[in-house]
């Protein structure tokens, strides 16, 4: 894989770690580091051997503070970004972690605001440190979010949670981060690393086409509650193609033997 400045990539086994890295300025999302993201999770989607991600920020103070506001377009349409880097964007990032074919789980602590939490809720578990701190204070800056980022949040915490993230622009501490679904889980600070790694290889354990189907599935229905012939047709034959998979005898053999089976992703 390609080195990337904003990005470090870190595999060990099937879990592989993409940390967000830009400490200085709190992990603050530039365009060029949005494009850095979305191209990471393109290419490891490319790769046989990961099957799943974590996604967390450098440092100890923020998993994303937000967008680089340093970066952002003047009234007057002047942009203080060179042309060649302002490839990427919110959107773009967001869906590149939904669609990836495996589980991505966000670690988060510190600051968790608005690209930031965006990022984060867009994926498939989450899991916080006490410490964490979660908004989006778009309507304290005078902006309006993305499409995208109003569909994921309407989409995982339901319409009245979302307006009110979206309408106070309020900052959640840990403990209203789980109460309203921004987390599934709330650890101590100094265990959210081990916490988030055990879940990860957990995961990993897994049959791989059990864990690609669930997630396109779930994506699926997600996106369309009323399936399509096709889409019910595509359902039943990645169900119908796990039940004929070699891993599936492997299971059934290893709980006969009673071992841990070792599944191969075929």
Known sequence: MTEKPNIIVHKQGGVCTVTIHNPEKRNALSPACLFDITETFHQLAEEDTVRVVILRGA????????????????????????????KGDITSASLAIQKFPYPVIGMLYGYTLGAGCVLAMACDIRIASDKVKMGIPTSRMG???????????????????????????????????????????????DELESYTLNLAEEITRCAP?????SKYV??????????????????????????QSDDHEEAKMAFKEKRKPVFKGK
């Open 143 to 189: 902006l309006v979010s993305t499409y995208e980022g109003f569909k994921r949040f309407l989409t995982v915490l339901g319409y009245s949670t979302a307006m009110e993230i979206f309408l106070t622009g309020r900052q959640y501490n840990s403990r209203e981060c789980l109460a309203m679904g921004l987390a599934n889980h709330l650890v101590d600070d």
């Open 59 to 86: 440092g100890k103070d923020a998993f994303s503070a937000g967008a680089d506001i340093v970066a952002m377009p003047t009234k007057n349409g002047n942009n203080p970004v060179p042309q060649n880097e302002r």
């Open 209 to 213: 086409l059990s864990l690609r189907g």
């Open 218 to 243: 779930l994506n699926r229905i997600t996106e369309n509650p009323i399936p399509s012939t096709g889409e019910l047709t595509e359902f039943a034959r990645l169900a119908s193609q796990a039940r």
